[in-house]
T-cell receptor
Framework: GNSVTQMEGPVTLSEEAFLTINCTYT??????LFWYVQYPGEGLQLLLK?????DKGSNKGFEATYRKETTSFHLEKGSVQVSDSAVYFC???????????FGTGTRLTIIP | GAVVSQHPSRVICKSGTSVKIECRSL??????MFWYRQFPKQSLMLMAT?????????EQGVEKDKFLINHASLTLSTLTVTSAHPEDSSFYIC???????????FGQGTRLTVV
């Protein structure tokens, strides 16, 4: 079946540091890939997505590129802010059965 | 984006009792709602998919008699954990979509602790 493996946290960075959260997946066919973010006390929000190989999703300074050859969708941001502190989930939407499969989530804390 | 409200955010109950969790779409009509569970340090796992006015579809390994799902209206789905046991302690989260082919929006989640 489909699976998502995500970098285990927690991750603590200083403000303005470079962020990478690794995500790799196993799936048949051509899944769509997502990053969700959950701020404290709130629901999951879609951060960005990519629906086919080599697509780059971007939003709020975050980027992730759908790499089929390495089955990866790593999340990056060049300069993080305190307000980026949250839990980040990588997910895929199966090509055959349209259900979201999530990674375990990575808690990110940015310190001033 | 659309707003999905989940209530309660935290609940503690005694073993053997039942607990109801509500998921509401506040500003749109949701024909499809999803219920997930997350154990510590594990992935969000889909438990069931519910469509308004019809029975929920449960994932393999999820006991339908234990996790009762009702999706009686286009804005409300409920998950009732019946005869709860400590092993049911988990984080439950719902999502709602206008239909199966559109983006789903998530609630804040409910932390259930059974003592």
């Amino acid at each position: 079946g489909n699976s998502v493996t995500q970098m285990e946290g927690p991750v603590t960075l200083s403000e303005e540091a470079f962020l990478t959260i690794n995500c790799t997946y196993t799936a048949t066919g051509y899944p769509s890939l997502f990053w969700y973010v959950q701020y404290p006390g709130e629901g999951l929000q879609l951060l960005l997505k990519a629906t086919k190989a080599d697509d780059k999703g971007s939003n709020k300074g975050f980027e992730a590129t759908y790499r089929k050859e390495t089955t990866s969708f790593h999340l990056e941001k060049g300069s993080v802010q305190v307000s980026d502190s949250a839990v980040y989930f990588c997910a895929l939407l199966g090509w055959v059965n349209e259900k979201l499969t999530f990674g375990t989530g990575t808690r990110l804390t940015i310190i001033p | 984006g659309a707003v999905v409200s989940q209530h309660p955010s935290r609940v503690i109950c005694k073993s053997g009792t039942s607990v109801k969790i509500e998921c509401r779409s506040l500003d749109f009509q949701a024909t499809t709602m999803f219920w997930y569970r997350q154990f510590p340090k594990q992935s969000l796992m889909l438990m069931a998919t519910s469509n308004e006015g019809s029975k929920a579809t449960y994932e393999q390994g999820v006991e339908k008699d234990k996790f009762l799902i009702n999706h009686a209206s286009l804005t409300l789905s409920t998950l009732t954990v019946t005869s709860a046991h400590p092993e049911d302690s988990s984080f439950y989260i719902c999502s709602a979509a206008r239909d199966r082919n559109t983006e789903a929006f998530f609630g804040q989640g409910t932390r259930l602790t059974v003592v």
